[in-house]
């Protein structure tokens, strides 16, 4: 006899209990759903993946789209509550609107609470003399728009040189406030040297620059601007001109005892460099003796100057390279030379001189005449004569 299992009323009533309770909380889930008009099905056989598709609803709030858990969040209505904007394209009002081809904009005021834009009216400045800097700038320039004509004058130097002062003169001739003037040297767009100067008007200034002396050639420009002190704004004038670079910074000056010299003599000689102001050169200089086929024979390295001269001597041997010699003097990178000649030849000790008249008569009482001697420079001989005289007839 088999044995049949027989199930408890307790038991199946809870069963019963529990599905009832089930489906009361399922039926109150839907009906939540539901009463929501935005919310979509939980399942929907043509969308299995649960994607969401937004409903354009006009009457949503923009405001309450902003918040991505808020179930309106996918029906943002831009064009405020119920559609009727004129910025609505879908509106009934702009739908027939024959004039919608272009581009139109309402002339109603727009509704700008969403914080889209400011309304917030900008503050105008009011201005008040003697306020701040910005009422200084008005007071400069009378509060009009324009400004008013200045009259200036600028001279410099067209040519540039390595190691000098470059100096500009400025001079305002006629302007309302003084003015802030910086000129600048500048070589192949990289500045070199600036000097910024206050100039009043009438009173003419000048601007001290100093140039490098290890430049080399390039396109050097020279840059001139002015502007208002104490105030914002641009320049009131720019001028830029192009300058030329010589390397010629000074002039040297080579001096010897004489231009002829012959086998075993001094050469004495001396440099003078001077400066383009005119002043004695007080650096280092090289000299080199170079001999006709461009030998140096001797060279005196960094050798300095005393009060603007350097005086040296070479002594030529006895059996020297006759031709034109050369003294060369290298001071800052310029160079100078110059020449002098070594001959062979044997000086004479002396010379002797006799002057007597053409003729003499028998009635004369005696014979006369005058003899010199001097040396090659000139001085006079000291010594004994021996006088031969013959007499011939005419």
């Known amino acids: 006899m088999a044995a049949r299992r027989r199930h408890s009323t307790i038991a199946s009533g809870a069963v019963l209990l529990l599905i009832c309770l089930s489906g009361s909380t399922w039926g109150q889930q839907s009906q939540a759903q539901s009463n929501?008009?935005?919310d979509v099905p939980r399942y929907n056989p043509l969308d299995p993946f649960n994607r969401a598709r937004p409903s354009y609803q006009p009457g949503n709030s923009p405001a309450a789209?902003?918040?991505?858990?808020?179930?309106?969040?996918?029906?943002r209505d831009y064009y405020g509550p119920g559609g009727t904007s004129q910025?609505?394209?879908?509106?009934?009002?702009?739908?027939?609107?024959?004039?919608?081809d272009g581009p139109t904009q309402s002339s109603t005021p727009r509704d700008l609470s969403f914080g889209r834009f400011s309304t917030t009216p900008r503050s105008r400045f009011n201005y008040s003399p003697g306020s701040s800097s910005r009422s200084s700038f008005l007071d400069l320039f009378n509060n009009n728009a324009l400004v008013k004509e200045i009259?200036?004058?600028?001279?410099?130097?067209r040519m540039v040189r390595p190691g000098q002062?470059?100096?500009?003169?400025?001079?305002?001739?006629?302007?309302?406030?003084?003015?802030?003037?910086?000129?600048?040297?500048?070589?192949?767009?990289?500045?070199?040297?600036?000097e910024l100067k206050s100039i009043q008007v009438g009173v003419p200034e000048t601007l001290l620059m100093r140039i490098p002396p290890t430049s080399v050639k390039g396109e050097y420009k020279l840059r001139v601007e002015g502007s208002y002190e104490n105030t914002f704004g641009g320049y009131v004038f720019v001028n830029e001109t192009r300058l030329t670079f010589s390397q010629r910074s000074m002039t040297i000056f080579i001096q010897t005892d004489k231009p002829v010299y012959m086998q075993g003599e001094m050469i004495r000689f001396r440099t003078i460099p001077i400066t383009t102001e005119l002043k004695g050169y007080d650096d280092a200089v090289d000299v080199y003796m170079l001999d006709p086929s461009e030998h140096i024979m001797r060279r005196w390295l960094s050798r300095q100057s005393n009060l603007g001269s350097v005086s040296l001597e070479y002594k030529l041997s006895d059996q020297p390279i006759y031709g034109d010699w050369k003294i060369r003097v290298i001071a800052q990178g310029q160079v100078e030379e110059t020449t002098f000649s070594v001959e062979e030849y044997y000086q004479t000790r002396f010379e002797v001189n006799v002057t007597m008249p053409a003729f003499f008569f028998q009635t004369d009482p005696y014979i006369h005449g005058k003899i010199m001697a001097n040396f090659t420079n000139g001085t006079p001989v000291k010594g004994n004569l021996t006088l031969k005289a013959t007499i011939r007839p005419m």
Do not use: C, T, W
């Open 87 to 100: 910025l609505d394209s879908n509106s009934i009002d702009n739908r027939f609107d024959p004039s919608r």
């Open 65 to 75: 789209g902003s918040d991505p858990r808020n179930p309106n969040y996918n029906n």
């Open 36 to 38: 929501n008009p935005n």
């Open 165 to 194: 002062i470059y100096k500009v003169s400025v001079n305002l001739l006629e302007s309302q406030h003084p003015m802030a003037v910086r000129a600048s040297i500048s070589r192949d767009g990289v500045e070199l040297s600036n």
């Open 151 to 157: 009259s200036y004058f600028v001279v410099a130097s």
